[in-house]
Structures are given as structure tokens and as C-alpha cells.
């Protein structure tokens, strides 16, 4: 039983140990502001002639017809129509920003990429998939993968911390001071949210 | 180092991973489940719920308001009674008002005040379910990657960042010793562990370097 218990905190926790330091590091460059913002300075334009308008309308489908066309990859995060000429679309990945505008009058596309910073690539898979626009996340491989990858950080953690409570309570030796250090986090953990919640 | 040093090293290594592991296993789910709620919002079960109630008062604001937005609120604030993260101000021109969002990981605050009578036009109290608090609590604090001019101004939110920056540093300890353990680990079959590290390695890796590079 200990041996398995274990093996399985082992293995799940040696595989996990990436992702887990990316969730670590990310999280202190989100409380201090540690990542740059984009760097609007260094923002390419192009403009590309498009072989075939994409039809009318906001879905994303026709955002992701458009990137073809354009060879282009990226998570689609909103589509706006601007009357019957312009339509823009943002897209993101883990290093940049694209906001994509389409002119149908001239047929052409008009794409400014905003370098997003090596810090902002964990920042990008910290918050990937989240909350937001529910209706159009994980339209790109790469964050329905991420996505993935997220849940089972989650169940990862809660499969090593179960495992390490029945690890410790079966090492008799470690139980007082193990009991002493759960209980101070108990104390800790309750007071904080206690005050926070008020 | 000496067999005997060795033997010291990996014994306290292996105490501290249980100490840390233990000391922040609440701080471990509250984060593990409001990252799961964050990242299902089609999960209904998971799902936060908001309910918004306009809180009655009879008070008002001494006024005329600061010019400073940030001290205007304060005075809303200390004056109203409420307790927590300035979140968001706003004057309108137009109404004459001048509203104020104060937040908290449980209910957020929204104060509307008169700019030149100081009379409270509304406050308003939204409070959320438990996993409302728990998704808030995984946010909350006080700054936005996205609107640098947000800062932290409430103690609670500061110490509150600070656990989490703790939480950060005993997670990469528990990752440092674990490997250090395995390691260490006598007469291990470590043929396994190797493929467990180096394909999650890869993987991240894949994400962090191989994505960029390919798109």
C-alpha cells in the first residue's frame, strides 16, 4: 500500500513539476507586474491582398476562413463588423497579439502584431482557457490542448495531496510535528479568508 | 559530502516536503478547485452565481467630492463604512455622479454619489456563491496586468498576494525537493521517473517554446 501510494505521488508529481512551476512563476508575475506590457513600440503592420472576402457576418468560422487564407494560426478572441467595409478580428497566442482589420472595399487585410514578451507567455497559459468569452474559447488547438493540460494540473494536485496525507499519516514518526505544521496552515489559511470576507 | 551529512540533508529534505506540503495543502485546493471553476465556465456545478441588492443609507458624503478621484473615494469609503479593494472609480460629466466599486472576495460594492450634494443616489451589494469567492479569491490582488494604474490599498489584499507569492515559492520547494528525493532515493528503479519527467519537460517545453516558434 505505501509503496503504491508512493509510486503514484512519484510519477504523477515528476510529470506534473513543469506545469506546476509554470502555475508558480506566473502567479508572482501576476501579483507584482513582473511581465512587461506588449511592446506597442515594436508592432508590425501588414497589408496582404485577399484573394476572396470572407462572407458577411461575425462567426467564427469565417474568422478562421479568413486566417487560412491569410496563414495565419491563433486563439480567435472577438469578431467586429464595422458597417458594410471594415471587420476586425483579435487574435492571440502564447507570444503575441494580432488585430486583424479586413477592408472589403480594397480586398485586402490589414494585420498589426504586437510582440507580447517571454514573460507574457506564462502569463498567457496561466490565465488559458479562463472564464471569459465562453463562446468562442478554445477555437485554437493549442489553448483546447493547454485546457487539457489545466485540468489535470488540477486533478494532479488533488491526486499528490491526497496521496501525501496518507503518505505522512502512515510514517508515525512524522505525525505530531506533520499535525503541528497542517494545523498552522489551517490557522493560517481560515484567518486570511476569515478577514478577507470579513 | 560525507554519507553521514548525506543522510542529515535527505532526512530534513524529506521532513520539510511533508511540513511544506501540509502547511499549504488548503491553500493547495482553494487554488487547484477555483482554477478548475475558472477554466469550466460551461460547468454548471462549478458555476459562480451573483445576486446584486440595493443596500439602503441615509448617509451622505461631505462634499463637495476631491478633485483627486482616488482620495473622493476614500472619503465615499470611510463614510460609507466600506471595507476593502478600491476596484474602480468613475465621474460622470453628464449625471454629475461620481460611482466607486469597492471589492471584496465575497461581494463587490457599487457606490453613486451626487458630485455636488454628497446624497448617495444608490448603493448597490453584490454578493456571490462559494464558488464566486473561491474564483475571487484565486484573483484577488488588487493589480491588472491589463490597467497598470490599479494598485493595491488594502492590507488584507496585500497580505493576502503575499500568501500567494509564499504559495508560489513552497510549490516550486515541494517540486525542488521532490526531484532532490527522487534523485537521492537508494537503489531506485529510476527508469520510470525519467520517462515521467522528461515527457511532462517536453511537454511544457512545447508550449512554451514550440508554440511561439512555430506560429
Known amino acids: ?198 | 559530502m560525507s554519507p553521514r551529512k548525506g543522510l542529515f540533508v535527505r532526512l530534513w529534505t524529506r521532513k520539510l516536503h511533508f511540513y511544506v506540503g501540509l502547511y499549504f495543502l488548503f491553500f493547495l485546493w482553494l487554488f487547484a478547485l477555483s482554477g478548475l471553476s475558472l477554466n469550466r465556465p460551461g460547468w454548471k456545478w462549478l458555476a459562480p452565481e451573483f445576486r446584486t441588492e440595493s443596500v439602503p443609507t441615509e448617509r451622505s458624503i461631505p462634499h463637495p467630492l476631491p478633485e483627486n478621484d482616488r482620495a473622493a473615494a476614500q472619503l465615499v469609503m470611510e463614510t460609507l463604512g466600506l471595507r476593502g479593494e478600491l476596484h474602480q472609480t468613475e465621474r460622470n460629466l453628464q449625471t454629475g455622479t461620481f460611482k466607486v466599486w469597492v471589492h471584496r472576495p465575497n461581494r463587490l460594492y457599487i457606490a453613486t454619489v451626487e458630485q455636488k450634494t454628497g446624497r448617495v443616489v444608490e448603493l448597490g451589494e453584490r454578493r456571490t456563491n462559494l464558488w464566486g469567492v473561491l474564483r475571487d479569491l484565486h484573483t484577488f490582488n488588487g493589480v491588472s496586468t491589463e490597467d497598470r494604474s490599479q494598485r493595491r490599498d488594502w492590507v488584507f489584499t496585500t497580505i493576502w498576494t503575499l500568501s500567494m507569492d509564499a504559495l508560489a515559492v513552497g510549490i516550486v520547494f515541494l517540486v525542488v525537493s521532490g526531484l532532490y528525493l527522487w534523485i537521492v532515493r537508494a537503489g531506485a528503479n529510476r527508469r520510470w521517473g525519467i520517462v515521467a519527467l522528461v515527457a511532462g519537460t517536453l511537454l511544457a517545453l512545447w508550449f512554451l517554446i514550440g508554440v511561439p516558434w512555430l506560429t
Open chain 1, 1 to 198: 500500500m505505501y509503496r503504491l501510494l508512493r509510486e503514484l505521488h512519484l510519477y504523477v508529481g515528476l510529470f506534473f513539476s513543469p506545469f506546476l512551476s509554470i502555475y508558480a512563476i506566473s502567479a508572482v508575475l501576476f501579483n507584482h507586474l513582473w511581465a512587461p506590457p506588449p511592446a506597442e513600440e515594436q508592432a508590425k503592420t501588414v497589408r496582404i491582398a485577399l484573394e476572396t472576402l470572407p462572407p458577411d457576418g461575425e462567426s467564427l468560422a469565417q474568422a478562421r476562413a479568413l486566417m487560412r487564407q491569410l496563414h495565419l494560426s491563433g486563439e480567435v478572441e472577438w469578431i467586429h463588423r464595422r458597417g458594410d467595409r471594415w471587420t476586425n478580428i483579435r487574435v492571440v497566442r502564447p507570444h503575441e497579439s494580432l488585430m486583424i482589420e479586413v477592408d472589403a472595399q480594397n480586398q485586402e487585410a490589414i494585420v498589426r502584431t504586437i510582440p507580447e514578451g517571454a514573460r507574457r507567455v506564462l502569463l498567457f497559459y496561466h490565465r488559458m482557457p479562463g472564464p471569459h468569452l465562453v463562446k468562442v474559447r478554445r477555437n485554437w488547438f493549442v489553448v483546447r490542448a493547454w485546457g487539457w493540460i489545466a485540468d489535470a494540473t488540477v486533478y494532479a494536485i488533488l491526486l499528490m495531496t491526497t496521496t501525501g496525507l496518507l503518505l505522512w499519516w502512515l510514517l508515525k514518526a512524522e505525525r505530531t510535528a506533520g499535525l503541528l505544521a497542517l494545523g498552522l496552515g489551517v490557522l493560517t489559511f481560515g484567518g486570511l479568508v476569515i478577514a478577507l470576507l470579513g
